[in-house]
Structures are given as structure tokens and as C-alpha cells.
């Protein structure tokens, strides 16, 4: 079993940064890809962004790209962290971390933290 832990959510204003970060812990996940999904209200939920297991590709939602970046603890492997820049009121969601999987469907991964809520004020 995969327990994992994000942080790092909160309540900023509109052009401001955020870095959340999210913490594995139980079956050895260093070897697995991991990322981030976020549902908004009313919405469902949706791919944000993925890294594989050795930091080495990355692949981000074009609603993302060129604002967020996702990397991994070099020594670990077991966290990562969601680097957020220039968010706007349309990043107000839950984010949620996943592990082990790839691609943009909630189907193709296999664990799936508690989620940190992310509110950017206008």
C-alpha cells in the first residue's frame, strides 16, 4: 500500500506562486512515475502534470505549460514537488497527487493522495 501526503496549498492572489509538494511513503515508489491531477469545482478532474521515475521526462497539460513545473527529490525518489507560477483564478482547485501510472486519464493511475486545495483570488 502507497500512502501519499501533499502540501503546500493555500490562498494567493492572482500572478503569485505556490510550490506543493507531495511525500511517498510505504511500497517503494522511487522506481514509479508520479504527478498531479486538480479538480476544480464542478468539474472533473484533470491531468495537470507527470514525471517518471528518474526525473528525467516530464509531461504537462498545455493548460500548464510554460506556468508550472514538476520535479523530483534527487536523493529520494519518494517526493515531488509542483512548482506554480503566474496562477490565475482558473488554478483554484484540489490538486491531487498520483503514483504509479502515465498519461491524462484518472484510470491510468493506481494510487491517489487525500489532495491540497489551491485558491487564487482575482
Known amino acids: 500500500q502507497v500512502q501519499l501526503v501533499e502540501s503546500g496549498g493555500g490562498l494567493v492572489q492572482a500572478g503569485y506562486s505556490l510550490r506543493l509538494s507531495c511525500a511517498a511513503s510505504?511500497?517503494?515508489?522511487?522506481?514509479?512515475?508520479m504527478g498531479w491531477f486538480r479538480q476544480a469545482p464542478g468539474k472533473e478532474r484533470e491531468f495537470v502534470a507527470a514525471i517518471n521515475w528518474s526525473g528525467a521526462t516530464t509531461y504537462y497539460a498545455d493548460s500548464v505549460k510554460g506556468r508550472f513545473t514538476i520535479s523530483r527529490d534527487n536523493n529520494s525518489k519518494n517526493t515531488i514537488f509542483l512548482q506554480m507560477n503566474s496562477l490565475q483564478p482558473e488554478d483554484t482547485a484540489v490538486y491531487y497527487c498520483?503514483?504509479?501510472?502515465?498519461?491524462?486519464?484518472?484510470?491510468?493511475?493506481?494510487?491517489w493522495g487525500q489532495g491540497t486545495q489551491v485558491t487564487v483570488s482575482s
Open positions: 498520483v503514483v504509479g501510472g502515465w498519461g491524462v486519464a484518472v484510470s491510468g493511475w493506481d494510487s
Open positions: 510505504g511500497r517503494t515508489t522511487s522506481s514509479y512515475s
